[in-house]
T-cell receptor, first 117, second 111 residues
């Protein structure tokens, strides 16, 4: 089945640090990947849609200069949290869909827990 | 605005009991998916339903998509401790790949 890998799984760093999270589709090419954020005891909230070879599309209220997305290849999207602060601490999850046909389900990475001290 | 409301938000029942989780919206979806998420992990797909009125079964789990494609339900028969987790429905609007997640149902099965 479709596999999506996310790295790192856990990051702890000081306030002001920039943190990069990678999302890879291991056995399929993904022109589109999605980045979500999940706060404790809450559901997933879509942050942005990552498009290969073009700019990401951000959801309302998500700062594009704060959360930089790069989708340079068909198997890799990265999310960089710039100058992270404690309020950015969250569980970040990416997903991707295999390209064939409509209504293809999204497959999710295992998430990255980001803790900013 | 949360497009998909799940109920109940929390559910704790004894092993062997049956339960139903509901996912409701005023929007019409082209497809709807159910996921289960364990702590510290990403959601794992359980099922996708695409046709109004569709019923799918996965062992002890039965999923139904509403006739109007606005709602869905997940029924678990004879719940087991391994069913414990966060259950999420997620819908895709027509012509849009983006998923909107439901508010989630945290299920605990007591041995």
């Amino acid at each position: 089945g479709a596999v999506v890998s996310q790295h790192p799984s856990w990051v702890i760093c000081k306030s002001g640090t920039s943190v990069k999270i990678e999302c890879r589709s291991l056995d399929f090419q993904a022109t589109t990947m999605f980045w979500y954020r999940q706060f404790p005891k809450q559901s997933l909230m879509l942050m942005a849609t990552s498009n290969e070879g073009s700019k990401a599309t951000y959801e309302q209220g998500v700062e594009k200069d704060k959360f930089l997305i790069n989708h340079a290849s068909l198997t890799l999207s990265t999310l960089t949290v710039t100058s992270a602060h404690p309020e950015d601490s969250s569980f970040y999850i990416c997903s991707a869909s295999p390209p064939a046909g409509a209504n293809q389900p999204q497959h999710f990475g295992d998430g990255t827990r980001l803790s900013i001290l | 605005t949360q497009l998909l409301e799940q109920s109940p938000q929390f559910l704790s029942i004894q092993e062997g009991e049956n339960l139903t989780v509901y996912c409701n919206s005023s929007s019409v979806f082209s497809s709807l998916q159910w996921y289960r998420q364990e702590p510290g992990e990403g959601p794992v797909l359980l099922v996708t339903v695409v046709t109004g009125g569709e019923v799918k079964k996965l062992k002890r789990l039965t999923f139904q998509f509403g006739d109007a494609r606005k709602d869905s339900s997940l029924h678990i028969t004879a719940a087991q401790p391994g069913d414990t987790g966060l259950y999420l429905c997620a819908g895709a609007l027509f012509g849009n790949e983006k998923l909107t997640f439901g508010t989630g149902t945290r299920l605990t099965i007591i041995p």
